[in-house]
């Protein structure tokens, strides 16, 4: 995409979210009924594996969608525009940190590869939920649909999202230290500097995709909440997009790099 293009492409959403807000003020009713409620769906037995989030499913799948879509459109020149000089800084940065905390080279490239996922991924999805959109929450005769009251849904305002992903990251850290250290080595590391902390370790190891998962949803999801109030209060036209976009774009942006740093020093750490 051409400077011109994007310059013309960003004017046009800005236009976009204007004309979105001036309608949402002038002709829909804002209602915090279903707020932090979730559309969730029963098969089976139900329980814990017989239930199923499709705004979730719906908008993960979105996201990849459109990850691909973008890759295939960018094509890389030899010389660089501004543009893509500064993915490439920023791809270079990623790939210094991973140097610096991975001290196998063997598994720097794997390492890379899984933290940049994770931080395009959660990127967007953050970015969508400082967008107003379409969501789904249920009500008491059924679902609400909300055109434009509220961001869309975010794959990350779901823990089982945030969950699932730091228990990759758990099991592939563990998977490469065993592999790299030999298993015996690995299954050492449990009991040191001392077998009376076997105990701690353990308690350690499940800690890290407890706080891996709740920083990020506990971000985002407590941001959305607090701006769907704040939207319902005034409106949404004038301090909640304000708060959309701080929650979505700079905090989202953040947690997301947040997320994969934290990717790299645990599947470095593990390998020293």
Excluded: C
Aim: charged share 10%.
């Amino acid at each position: 995409m051409t400077n011109d293009r994007l310059k013309k492409f960003t004017i046009f959403l800005f236009a976009a979210y204007i004309v979105l807000g001036l309608i949402n003020f002038f002709v829909f009713d804002m209602s915090l009924e279903g707020v932090g409620d979730r559309w969730i769906v029963y098969f089976g037995d139900g329980g814990f594996f017989g239930q199923l989030n499709p705004m979730t499913l719906i908008m993960s799948f979105a996201v990849m969608f459109l990850l691909i879509l973008v890759a295939r459109s960018i094509h890389f020149e030899r010389i660089p525009g501004r543009l893509q000089a500064a993915v490439e800084t920023f791809f270079d940065y990623f790939w210094e940190m991973v140097e610096d905390s991975v001290p196998n080279p063997k598994y720097r490239k794997q390492t890379f590869v899984i933290a940049m996922s994770f931080f395009l991924y959660i990127s967007v999805s953050n970015v969508l939920g400082g967008m107003p959109g379409v969501n789904v929450v249920p009500v008491e005769n059924g679902l609400n649909v909300q055109l434009f009251t509220d961001t869309w849904y975010t794959p990350t305002s779901d823990l089982n999202v945030n969950l699932t992903y730091a228990l990759m990251v758990l099991v592939v850290s563990h998977f490469f230290a065993a592999r790299a250290k030999g298993v015996l080595k690995w299954l050492k590391s449990f009991f040191e500097p001392n077998p009376l902390l076997f105990p701690l370790n353990i308690i350690s190891e499940i800690a890290k995709p407890i706080s891996h998962s709740l920083r990020l949803f506990g971000n985002v999801m407590g941001g959305g909440i607090l701006v769907l109030i704040i939207s319902y209060m005034l409106k949404y036209f004038v301090l909640p997009v304000f708060l959309w976009g701080f929650f979505g774009w700079f905090v989202g942006l953040i947690q997301a790099f947040v997320f994969s740093l934290l990717t790299i020093a645990y599947i470095g750490s593990l390998l020293e």
